[in-house]
């Protein structure tokens, strides 16, 4: 009485496909089938060496920055205008 017979399972079998229909389920499993293909598409593509984009990440990046005048200052140059504050709070230098 504790365990379950095969005609227990086949009612159960039965009413899940009742409540879903065959191609709910057909569908899902659809569906799983192209997750774990594409996580394995991305495993395999993580896997891959990354020297060539590795070696375009660390160039720092070119430009300008406009400022609130409208001028340009390069993005190593830049200043705070005066009277400002920066992350803290505090007047900046």
């Known amino acids: 009485m504790g365990s379950f017979s095969i005609w227990h399972w086949l009612v ?3 009413v899940v496909l009742l409540l879903f229909g065959s191609g709910k389920i057909s569908g899902l499993m659809g569906d799983v089938a192209k997750g774990i293909k594409s996580f394995k598409a991305n495993i395999k593509e993580d896997e891959k060496p990354a020297d060539a984009s590795m070696a375009a ?3 720092p990046p070119a430009g300008t920055i ?3 005048q409208g001028g340009t200052a390069t993005a190593a140059t830049a200043e705070p205008a005066s009277g400002t504050t920066n992350a803290t709070g505090r007047p900046a230098a």
């Open 66 to 68: 406009a400022g609130p």
């Open 57 to 59: 990440e660390s160039a």
């Open 12 to 14: 159960v079998l039965l």
